[in-house]
């Protein structure tokens, strides 16, 4: 699986390693991403995602049911 958030669809950034003498290589910023089991009330099931951390902070902010229905309005989430 790849390292894409399920509900933001934050994903790996490319960007350079800067050593003290300006000399440049390629790196990897990846996403921080955590697998976290949800419940939804609505559907009475539990839900198991790869999301990002930003995305518990608005999962705990909006909701689990809301950040679905924004996920799945931007095309992040499918069903």
């Known amino acids: 699986m790849s390292r894409v958030c399920e509900l933001t669809g934050k994903r790996a950034m490319v ?3 800067v050593s003290h003498a300006m000399n440049k290589t390629k790196r990897k910023f990846n996403a921080n991403l955590v697998k976290k089991r949800f419940y939804i009330p609505e ?3 539990w839900v198991t995602l790869k999301v990002s951390t930003s995305a518990l902070k608005d999962i ?3 909701g689990i049911s809301a950040v679905i229905k924004e ?4 095309g992040f989430l499918k069903k």
Do not use: P
Not at 71 to 74: G, Q, T
């Open 71 to 74: 996920a799945r309005a931007k």
């Open 60 to 62: 705990n902010k909006k």
């Open 43 to 45: 559907e009475d099931r």
């Open 15 to 17: 960007g350079n390693n």
